[in-house]
């Protein structure tokens, strides 16, 4: 090779590096052309994170990968700022979609997706069930049934505890335990685990007993006053007076209120991930056109709720608009959500129902 060719190779070489150093820079700072908006601009990305792991991610209808096996997240980097369409889906659960907005030099994220299962099961606990209330811990269920006297072309009502570990239905009181006459039971609480509050209705007055469901007989005592626990009031000054009812998250960093026909989420702390929130924000999350029964926190970021004669799942980001699944349509139901193990218990035309576990 002659001096007169190195030289030009070299040369060429200096030019090259002179030309790329700079772009190689910039592209390990993140820097992209974006060829739409013809402008060199900075990347962003998507983090998300799911329950159940090992799920497909799509962007924009491509499948990108799946969440990783360990924490069922993923990180998508060196995305151009633009929309994105985000698709999760796995066999045998409903998928999930949202459009979210990446920007420059930040992270978007949705770190509380859940797909819930296509087909849940439910069984039957019990018939002849009227109304129910779970205990504190969730292990046991009073049911309230009706009792016919045909000799007296009368019916009375009887009290019946459910243990869920044992699987069992045992007998706790009957109407004429505590009065031969009419005795209309107008509330029950749970004091704890193994205690019950009784406000009972008889010839014009009200009267108050407590009753020891752990007790073999359960033992029933007459109370001089109304002893039953105080509601939790704290939330209520910020509550809507024509508001149903309320819950707070496991969490306890929302509520959820309702009227005859809106949900709405109030903030008790601020909300650093995204979607960003104040404390005390309220934010409008569904108007149904049949009229709310009742809701229940699935996890912080998901409810349960019925309208109508129908059982949904929603989330509570309302980016993009909401992910709202249906799970069951059945007629008048009357819910309760078991947080232990996460199954959802209904009442139905006197028939208790329980569905397979909704969360893993």
């Not at 819910?335 to 129902?353: A, H, P, T």
Request: with cysteine.
């Amino acid at each position: 090779m002659t001096k007169k060719t190195r030289k030009t190779l070299f040369f060429i070489c200096l030019v090259l590096f002179l030309l790329l150093a700079p772009i190689i820079a910039l592209y390990s700072q993140g820097y992209r052309v974006d060829f739409d908006a013809k402008k060199l601009t900075q990347t962003g990305g998507l983090y998300l994170k799911t329950l159940p792991k090992q799920v497909e991610v799509y962007l924009d209808d491509r499948l990108k990968e799946k969440t990783d096996f360990f924490f069922g997240s993923i990180l998508i980097e060196n995305l151009l700022p633009k929309e994105y369409k985000i698709e999760v889906k796995k066999t045998g659960f409903h998928p999930w979609q949202k459009i979210l907005s990446v920007k420059e030099k930040e992270v978007t994220e949705a770190k509380s997706i859940v797909l819930f299962p296509e087909n849940v099961d439910f069984q039957t606990l019990t018939e002849r069930t009227e109304d129910f209330w779970f205990s504190p811990d969730e292990k046991k269920i009073v049911l309230f049934e009706e009792n016919s006297i045909l000799e007296e072309e009368t019916k009375t009502w009887s009290l019946k505890l459910y243990d869920l570990d044992k699987k069992l239905k045992s007998h706790l009181i009957d109407e004429r335990d505590i009065s031969k006459v009419q005795a209309d039971l107008i509330n029950l609480t749970f004091s704890d685990n193994s205690i019950l509050f009784l406000e009972i209705g008889m010839a014009e007055q009200t009267k108050y007993f407590s009753l020891e469901v752990d007790k073999a007989p359960p033992i029933l005592k007459e109370l001089e006053g109304p002893l039953l626990p105080l509601e939790d009031e704290i939330y209520e000054e910020k509550i809507p007076e024509n508001a149903l009812g309320f819950k707070i998250s496991p969490d306890e960093k929302k509520v959820v209120y309702f009227t005859d026909y809106e949900i709405w989420i109030l903030y008790l702390e601020e909300q650093t991930h995204q979607p960003r929130k104040e404390v005390g924000e309220k934010t409008f999350l569904v108007r149904l056109s049949e009229k709310i029964g009742d809701a229940f926190w699935v996890n912080s970021n998901y409810l349960v709720f019925n309208t109508g004669d129908k059982i949904k799942i929603t989330e509570v980001d309302e980016r993009d608009g909401l992910n709202i699944i249906d799970i069951k349509e059945i007629k008048n139901p009357q819910m309760f959500w078991g947080e232990n193990e996460k199954k959802l218990y209904i009442l139905s035309e006197n028939v208790l129902l329980r569905s397979s576990a909704l969360l893993p």
